[in-house]
Structure formats: C-alpha cells, structure tokens
C-alpha cells in the first residue's frame, strides 16, 4: 500500500554534512508521521528524528543541533539534514512513515562517517 524510497546516503568524513531523502507513494491519504531510525552493527534500531503532521519534531539527544528533519507535504517527503557528522553516526538510517496506527519502512540507506 506504502512505498518509502530513501535516496541519499554514503561515505563522508567527520565534520561533513549529508541529506538523506525519503519519498512516500501509494495510498497516502493521512500521515501522522514520518521519521528517521537507524542502526549501527551489534546495536538496536534507535529514533534519529521525527515530525508529525503538525510538524512537531524530536530528536535524540546524540544528534540534536547537528541534524534537521524537514518535510515536504506535496511531495510527501521527509528529509534528513546532517551536519557534523560523527564516526558514531555509521548506520543504517531506515525512513519510516505511520499513518492510521500502521507503519511502514523503507529500505535503508548506509551512511558510513569515516575519521
């Protein structure tokens, strides 16, 4: 019913910025949310950043200051600006979007922050 297709992601060094992208298509009448995960090797899959439909954010402690969620409600995509970036931000960095009580996620884009 959802589709989430991320874009963005790669191999940066620490200090540089990065923005991910997601796209949601399908049957998208109502988001309540959309946000960002990601996991790193040997840990959970943990919140980055969120945004409801209000446009209310959060953030994880480890990243606030350094990245920026930000939607674009026509083209139904959630973006993810990271600055400053940190060898400890290596992961997965997964789009997930909830909307009706269901979630859905996308595929996962690696983000690699070498030193």
């Known amino acids: 019913q959802v589709q989430l297709v991320e874009s963005g992601g790669g191999l940066v060094q620490a200090g540089g910025s990065q923005r991910l992208s997601c796209a949601a298509s399908?049957?998208?009448?109502?988001?309540?949310?959309m946000g960002w995960y990601r996991q790193a090797p040997g840990k959970q899959r943990e919140l980055v950043a969120s945004i409801t439909s209000g446009g209310t954010t959060n953030y994880a402690d480890s990243v606030k200051g350094r990245f920026t969620i930000s939607r674009d409600n026509a083209k139904n995509t959630v973006y993810l600006q990271m600055n400053s970036l940190k060898p400890e931000d290596t992961a997965i960095y997964y789009c997930?979007?909830?909307?009706?009580?269901?979630?859905?996620w996308g595929q996962g884009t690696q983000v690699t922050v070498s030193s």
């Open positions: 399908g049957s998208i009448f109502s988001i309540n949310a």
């Open positions: 997930k979007l909830r909307q009706s009580g269901r979630m859905w």
